[in-house]
């Protein structure tokens, strides 16, 4: 079986298993009719791992480094949507708290491994 690069890559794997959870909300988001909410999670939760693994795909260290701007964008962009849906009352602090703590931790592993390029 064939293995890309960035599946090595600890930053890769931890956007993937921050995205399963924020997917798991956005599957709530749906039964409760809030379709554009959901959509807009998963597409962000999504957008992490996928330029983690398009910029490793990359020839350049220059362009990898860009997507990794891209992946640390969306975590602040998911860490955003995760302190509304606390305040809207669809998840709760300790839920909060513990997405935010591991969004920030992927943000600055994603800022330290763009240092090594």
Known sequence: MAKFRF??????QMAIEIAEEL??????????????????L??????MSNNISEGSGSGYNKTFYRYLDYA???SFENANITI?????????KEKEENLLDRL??????????QKTL
Do not use: C, P
């Open 7 to 12: 599946q090595d890559l600890e930053i890769w």
């Open 23 to 40: 997917f798991e909300i956005a599957d709530k988001l749906e039964r409760m009719k809030l379709y554009r909410f959901a959509d807009q």
């Open 42 to 47: 998963r597409g962000s939760g999504l957008s």
């Open 72 to 74: 640390r964008s969306s």
């Open 84 to 92: 509304v849906l606390q305040r809207r009352g669809i998840i709760d």
């Open 104 to 113: 920030d931790h992927l943000s600055r592993k994603i800022t330290n491994f």
